[in-house]
């Protein structure tokens, strides 16, 4: 190894350190100034070593990479209207399936499900707010108060998220993240109004590194990551918002160069790049597969990332600073979430079918939040948790209406409800984009599509039911199967080990569990996330 492999590695290995200790997955101190100073007496001990001598790769050579196309998750299009079972099974259909097909109105084309008024006029045209993602992301002040009823807790939509979590005053610097108040301590330093050459980019980490501004900011970012229940992607996104507003003078460049060496500082393995024109992007690596997404291919897969709210580049040729082989030590960026601790906004949600229904409320600042947010595997967005209080109210509403019955009558009770109570749309008719749904996703959009109702679907059976399940894909559809010796709407399953798995899809209208789109019948499908059962403890595992 070289001597600038040498110590290249000696630097990533500090970074290593830092990482463990500013991880979004540990355990959060009691106080942001605990906090601080662990974090800033590790920082002091490795001073010397970490990152002091990055500023030679960005004033060194920049080469130049050539993207590769974005991988697609589906390989063909989905279907425009959601496949019926009701032509199969009319025919030779027992009076248990007939009932479950026509009895609550599936024969009239004009049944809505029980959905509120004001779901029905939501629109792709009237959601055209979520789609202006410039006004999202620097969106004005929200009111200062808002009303609700039931049992959900009355919290001031005007509340400021800080380090030490949500406040009424804070005397700080307070910015808006998708319409949120956000606040971090008043920090002293300054970057460039401008960067346009590799150079610049060498000096402005030089100046910050000289300032240690990383010592008190990184800190106070990694806090309000933890006390908001951010992913290490939004994290980012929440770095730039701050930078947007704190330094509104400067240049993209300039604010992309200084969240680039913040990230780094707190062990993130990014680099900094730009196009011909100097335009500047953050190439991000994540411990999940990214699709939709253009990328480079080098020690990891680098995903390409504009300013927030720019418009994302589909192929595209970057210069990027020329760093050894070793340069992958640095951490990934997750994007599962395990609950997001926010200013309450509430919608209320309403579905029903037949004398089965759900409804509750939830927090509408998630979902601009969530819009645009990188598609993962299915399974990624199975096990993500964005509000364990809503999942836990939905598990205690279907357990109340079903729990007395047969688990697996009860699941087929429940799949109907989805079918027929959820109405159905692909995501590019809808959303005009591949849109995957967090669970929470589903009870506030009026339609959605394959995954979607499988991610829900299939955390209701295990969680409300205690049925073994599986999240499953085909080539371009997503669907459910459940553990069962047998079940009577049919035979669709297959085994693994000792286990069958029969086919219960909530996109198959009319389809009881056992019965399988006819297209998939000789297609073994891929496990993208099972719930289970093992040695009496309760599993996700993920593929």
Not at 447 to 452: I, L, P, V
Request: proline fraction near 6%; aromatic fraction near 14%.
């Amino acid at each position: 190894m070289n001597l600038e492999g040498m110590r290249f590695r000696m630097i990533m290995t500090g970074v290593m350190a830092i990482a463990a200790v500013t991880s979004c997955h540990a355990d959060p101190p009691k106080g942001f100034e605990e906090f601080r100073r662990g974090l800033l007496d590790n920082f002091n001990s490795f001073k010397s070593r970490i990152l002091e001598h990055y500023n030679d790769f960005l004033a060194g050579e920049w080469h130049e990479y050539e993207s590769l196309e974005a991988d697609m998750r589906y390989t063909q299009p989905k279907p425009e209207s959601m496949p019926s079972a009701v032509e199969i099974v009319a025919e030779e259909a027992t009076d248990q399936q007939k009932e479950m097909l026509f009895s609550l109105g599936f024969s009239n084309p004009d049944f809505k499900a029980g959905l509120n008024p004001e779901d029905r006029r939501k629109t792709p045209e009237s959601l055209e707010w979520l789609r202006n993602a410039v006004a999202l992301y620097k969106a004005s002040t929200p009111a200062d108060s808002v009303k609700t009823d039931g049992n959900v807790e009355k919290v001031s939509r005007g509340d400021i998220m800080t380090c030490e979590g949500l406040v009424e005053d804070y005397d700080g610097e307070i910015f808006n993240f998708y319409g949120m108040k956000f606040a971090l301590p008043r920090f002293d330093f300054s970057i460039r109004d401008s960067i346009s050459q590799t150079v610049d980019y060498a000096n402005q980490w030089t100046e910050l590194s000289d300032a240690d501004v990383a010592s008190e900011v990184a800190p106070a970012l990694a806090n309000l990551q933890k006390v908001s229940g951010l992913s290490d992607y939004l994290l980012f996104e929440m770095m730039m918002a701050w930078l947007d507003q704190k330094f509104p003078q400067a240049n993209d460049a300039s604010k992309m160069s200084a969240a680039h060496y913040l990230l780094a500082n707190m062990g993130f393995g990014v680099r900094i790049a730009m196009d011909k024109e100097g335009t500047p992007f953050m190439l991000l690596p994540f411990d999940e597969q990214v699709y939709g997404r253009t990328y480079f291919k080098m020690a990891k897969n680098y995903y390409v990332f504009s300013m927030p709210g720019k418009e994302q580049v589909k192929s595209i040729g970057l210069r990027t600073p020329q760093l050894p082989n070793n340069a992958d030590l640095g951490k990934s960026l997750n994007l599962r979430m395990d609950g997001l601790t926010l200013p309450f906004k509430p919608y209320h949600y309403f579905f029903k079918y037949g004398n089965l229904k759900i409804e509750g409320d939830m927090n509408e600042n998630v979902i601009p939040m969530l819009y645009r947010y990188p598609q993962m595997a299915t399974g990624g967005f199975a096990a993500s948790m964005i509000s364990p209080e809503v999942r836990e109210d939905v598990v205690r509403q279907i357990k109340r209406q079903l729990g007395d019955m047969d688990p697996l009558q009860a699941a087929d009770k429940l799949l109907a409800m989805i079918q027929f109570g959820f109405p159905y749309a692909t995501d590019d008719n809808f959303h005009g984009f591949e849109k995957p749904y967090f669970f929470e996703e589903i009870l506030y959009y009026p339609k959605s599509d394959c995954e979607d109702r499988a991610v829900f679907y299939s955390y209701l059976v295990w969680n409300a039911f205690g049925i073994e399940t599986d999240l499953i894909a085909y080539p371009y559809h997503e669907a459910t199967a459940i553990r069962a010796d047998n079940v009577w709407g049919g035979d669709a399953h297959y085994t693994e080990g000792d286990k069958k798995f029969y086919i219960s899809d909530p996109t198959f209208v009319g389809a009881p569990t056992g019965q399988c789109m006819p297209q998939f019948m000789e297609v073994k499908p891929t496990i993208d996330l099972r719930y289970t059962k093992v040695a009496d403890m309760d599993t996700i595992q993920s593929e």
